[in-house]
């Protein structure tokens, strides 16, 4: 029961980071650092060995920093995805990244079709939204990236946690 709570803590995290980032661009560390709480709290709960998930965050850290670096990916984004590597299981991690790069493609592709159809004229806001682009200084560039790694975190503890699946079916659908 107490690791469900704590994966339902991490999901509400999640949740809480892509409605940060979805609206003002920004995760807060402290999302970021609640995740890496969890994870801590995860291993003295399971007694489980830390150091290949350890190894994989360091990598996703390093990755992710090196991705910072050519302006591909936030710092906030980074983070993330690095404490959500330490959180969750090491079997995880590919399902987590697949699904977070199909999210992130679908993400790019609502947010290439909308500028199109801001340039041509089809949005009835195209004029604010051109507007508020000056105004804020936003490219079309600009993706809100921690709502597809958030798509992936809860898709990856949804689909590795004992338990979770079950309590979510018995709450929502009963």
Avoid: H
Avoid at 65 to 90: I, Q
């Amino acid at each position: 029961m107490t690791l469900l709570l704590i994966s339902l803590a991490c999901i509400g995290l999640l949740i809480t980071a892509a409605w940060y980032d979805f609206s003002s661009r920004t995760i807060p560390n402290k999302v970021s650092l609640a995740i890496l709480f969890l994870a801590c709290l995860r291993f003295l709960i399971t007694g489980n060995d830390p150091l290949v998930p350890l190894g994989i965050s360091l990598l996703v850290l390093c990755v992710g920093f090196l991705l910072y670096l050519g302006r591909l990916l936030g710092a906030g984004d980074t983070k993330l995805m690095a404490a959500l590597s330490l959180f969750l299981e090491p079997a995880a991690m590919p399902g987590f990244l697949v699904i977070t790069a199909l999210s992130g493609g679908l993400l790019a592709l609502f947010t290439v079709l909308k500028e199109v159809s801001v340039k041509l004229g089809l949005d009835a806001t195209s004029a604010s939204a051109l507007k508020q682009r000056a105004d804020t200084g936003r490219t079309s560039g600009d993706l809100p990236y921690g709502v597809a790694i958030a798509a992936g975190g809860v898709f990856a503890v949804f689909s590795s946690e004992p338990g979770i699946y079950e309590w979510f079916c018995a709450t929502f659908f009963s």
